[in-house]
């Protein structure tokens, strides 16, 4: 086989193993919260909470961000088995919503547009400020001393970026003053650099339009973009398929070196034969590293 076929072969493999995995990840019933709560007065502004299965009492928190580029077609609910897989392994989950991108021709295709400025970003500030007071009334089983936080692709980006609030630039709206109280981050095959996800065109642009245009990648990428958001001093990993074609591994990789070059640590586990879905896939084995690695921070 030359090398041009070899190549081709590969892709065809690589685009047949992302179908089977995104089938296989939105064909699972959608699991039921026990609790729903509101943080805030639009309909995406909400928290379902998953309690820990067993009867456990003063279990982590998983504060989990699903994905799907920051466009409104994919929101909380193709996340929920990933919850109560979960929830059925001793943890609390709360499975957030938040405002995404709605019709447009962002891409010029008319398709919906990626997040919204500032309202996406305005929406994960405010539920994680909101989340001790929300947590207490609805799961009383969860610790809040120890949350981690989790997020998959676009929710990786939200994830990472929820845990930085403390180094964003001064005057930003989000901007805390002291570091958020959290055992960690694990970042799913995050949109964790942006230069490179604009780079290698990642989900049709949905870097360019969550920011607003081209002309607002530099002003809008230092308050939005992770890897301009280092060191943060929080215990933060990445778990991410070597075969992934919606967000390679190459945009992951730059966010560990970012991180290093800012005097900062980032695990990576890269995970063999696995592309985007399975992570978060019950069904999967990766799964279970994504498991593993929440409950190595959480304790």
Known sequence: MTGSAAHDSADVAAVARDLAESEALFSRPRVEPDVTAAYGEHPDQVVDFYAPRGGLEGVPLVVALHGGAWR?????WHLTPFAGFLARRGFAVANVEYRRGGDGDGDGSGGPV???????FDDIATVMDALPALVADALPQADPRRI??????AGGHLALWATARHVLPAGSPWRLDAPPRLRGVVAIAPIADFTTAVELGV???????????EGELKARGDSADPSALLPTGIATAVVQGRN?????QAVAEAYVDAAARAGEMVG????????HYAPVDPGADACAVVAE?????AY
């Open 72 to 76: 409104a077609p994919y929101d909380r």
């Open 148 to 153: 981690v936080v989790t997020g998959h692709s």
């Open 268 to 275: 990576i586990t890269l995970l063999e034969d696995v592309g």
């Open 114 to 120: 990626a997040g919204r400025w500032p309202e996406t």
């Open 244 to 248: 992934d074609i919606v967000v390679p």
């Open 293 to 297: 690695e929440l409950a190595q921070l």
């Open 203 to 213: 989900c049709g642009g949905a870097v360019v339009q969550l920011l607003g245009g």
